[in-house]
């Protein structure tokens, strides 16, 4: 199928009952009411779909077998933006993701949580997300200013510049459970795990693994910036391979 673009302005949901279907992005697709997406795949081709924008209040759940992949949004910023900066006072948005969805091979990035966004993580796989712009932060999730919660699932094959898996820049990210494991950086980057930077930012992991990241500076978990916290309870930080750090490294102001 094909001709994915513009808003959805009332709440939907677009199921497959006879198996995987492929709608394919033609533009930018703006959110502003719950959709819920569940067997289907959404392609943006590499460049025809240009972004999935959350804004307004509402929600995108992507249940099993949901798939997003190869959405383009720009060369600074993932391709589905929850709580979207560049439409101020649309009001907050939120990404879903449960198990057995996939987020996978956006040029530019995957996902971006904005000042009024939230990510819940309940299950699936973010993977095989890079930025061509190798200084660029935040392959796999970008926390710029919200909340990413992260119950379960996997986060892994990412690649760029800063924070292959995750990174935090003013925002808060809580991993309960799940796995970031495989990231990489690709320039004069900082770390391939979850990097936090910014003023204020909070990474709290009471559960999970962070695994086998490598080819950064460190490439475990790196906390930099102004008043930046980190908070380790029942965590596993095994198996990273930095060129300087391989754990965990603390720097400016942060606790």
């Not at 995987?20 to 502003?32: A, D, E, K, Q, S």
């Not at 569940?38 to 972004?51: C, I, K, L, P």
């Not at 209040?57 to 929850?82: E, P």
């Amino acid at each position: 199928g094909y001709g994915l673009y513009g808003k959805v302005q009332r709440a939907l949901t677009i199921r497959s009952e006879g198996g995987p279907y492929t709608i394919r992005m033609t533009g930018y697709m703006h959110i502003l009411a719950s959709l819920t997406l569940e067997n289907v795949t959404v392609d943006g081709e590499s460049g025809a779909g240009r972004g999935i924008s959350i804004r307004n209040g509402a929600t995108l759940t992507l249940n099993s077998g949901a798939t997003l992949t190869r959405v383009n949004y720009s060369s600074t910023i993932g391709g589905v933006r929850a709580g979207d900066d560049s439409y101020p006072g649309d009001g907050p948005g939120t990404l879903v993701m449960n198990a057995g969805s996939s987020v996978v091979d956006f040029p530019f990035g995957g996902v971006t949580v904005g000042k009024e966004g939230t990510f819940v993580m309940n299950g699936g796989i973010i993977s095989g997300n890079g930025f061509s712009n190798k200084t660029a932060g935040g392959n796999g999730v970008y926390v710029k200013g919200g909340t990413f919660q992260m119950n379960h699932g996997t986060i892994s094959g990412n690649y760029c510049g800063n924070g292959g898996g995750v990174y935090v820049s003013g925002g808060t990210f809580t991993m309960e459970d799940g796995l970031i494991t495989g990231n990489q950086f690709t320039g004069n980057g900082n770390c391939s795990g979850v990097y936090v930077s910014g003023t204020g930012s909070t990474f709290t992991m009471n559960g999970g693994e962070i695994s086998g990241n490598e080819k950064a500076g460190c490439a475990g978990i790196y906390v930099s910036g102004t008043n930046c916290t980190l908070n380790l309870d029942n965590a596993v930080i095994k198996d990273n391979v930095g060129t300087n750090y391989g754990g965990v490294r603390m720097s400016g102001t942060g606790t």
